[in-house]
């Protein structure tokens, strides 16, 4: 029988992640990390293909990997790309538009103007030090794979933040980290055939500061989904 009351917890998490870009100087425990991806590895996978490679950073790893990293984007960031492309060159105006808006309301709370080109670049860099959390993850995955895994690697990714979620810890993940793949190999033994998809700042939550962030409103379920086959719901008492 389902428990109303773990429902409603359950639900909560997932509606309380974001991607939280404040986290305070408090180490994460090996032993929670890894927690945190032992139970994500049970996230479901085509024919059981478990397609995702993680390289977990803390410490004076992740201190040199980061410092590397902020050098190239100050001298080089032009020479740098991702190997897959995210966005897609022309996105339809209703996605174009969700885009816009959050770039409006996550530079608004932080009061930076739209048109603030260094108060942005600002605020990218910051990508590259994981926000101050302690632990960032590299996650890649193998180019010779098609798209059904990446819907795969997509699944994990979220069973890692709401792992770590449950345990206290707030997530980001960074595509942004994929750009310089080229200065991660220098560091990580990440093989030629894998792709670097993404970064993760992992760690815990600089409340006081996370309370500056602007609320991302999501579409409601009638934007995305259609329903086929099922009783007519109930009328909604209108109080009239």
């Known amino acids: 029988m389902t428990d109303p009351d773990f429902v409603q917890a359950f639900d909560g998490v997932m509606k309380g992640r974001y991607a939280n870009r404040f986290f305070i100087d408090r180490p994460v425990p090996h032993e929670t990390v890894r927690a945190i991806l032992e139970?994500?590895?049970?996230?479901?996978s085509g024919a059981n293909t478990q397609p995702w490679r993680v390289h977990a950073l803390a410490g004076?790893?992740?201190?040199?990997?980061?410092?590397?990293?902020?050098?190239?984007?100050?001298?080089?960031?032009?020479q740098h790309a991702s190997?897959?492309?995210?966005?897609?060159p022309d996105l339809p105006d209703r996605y174009q538009g969700r885009k816009q808006e959050f770039g409006r309301v996550f530079y608004g709370a932080l009061?930076?103007?739209?048109?603030?080109?260094?108060?942005?670049?600002?605020?990218?860099?910051?990508?590259?030090?994981?926000?101050g959390a302690s632990v960032g993850l590299i996650v890649t995955i193998d180019r010779r794979l098609e798209t059904g895994s990446w819907l795969d690697l997509g699944m994990f990714l979220q069973?890692?933040?709401?792992?770590?979620?449950?345990?206290?810890?707030?997530?980001?993940?960074?595509?942004?980290?994929a750009k310089y793949h080229r200065v991660l190999r220098r560091h990580l033994p990440i093989a030629p055939q894998d792709i670097v998809v993404?970064?993760?700042?992992?760690?815990?939550c600089d409340t006081a500061a996370a309370s500056r962030r602007?609320?991302?409103?999501?579409?409601?379920?009638?934007?995305?989904a259609s329903f086929h086959g099922f009783e007519a719901p109930p009328a909604r008492d209108t109080g009239e």
């Open 198 to 204: 993404c970064g993760m700042a992992l760690g815990f």
């Open 60 to 78: 004076a790893a992740k201190a040199r990997i980061c410092a590397d990293i902020l050098a190239a984007h100050d001298r080089e960031a032009a």
């Open 111 to 131: 009061g930076i103007a739209q048109d603030d080109a260094a108060g942005r670049a600002s605020q990218t860099a910051k990508n590259y030090a994981f926000f």
């Open 159 to 177: 069973n890692v933040m709401l792992a770590a979620k449950v345990r206290g810890l707030d997530t980001c993940p960074q595509e942004t980290l």
């Open 83 to 88: 190997e897959y492309t995210y966005y897609a």
């Open 39 to 44: 139970a994500a590895r049970y996230a479901p």
């Open 214 to 224: 602007g609320v991302m409103e999501r579409a409601p379920v009638e934007a995305f």
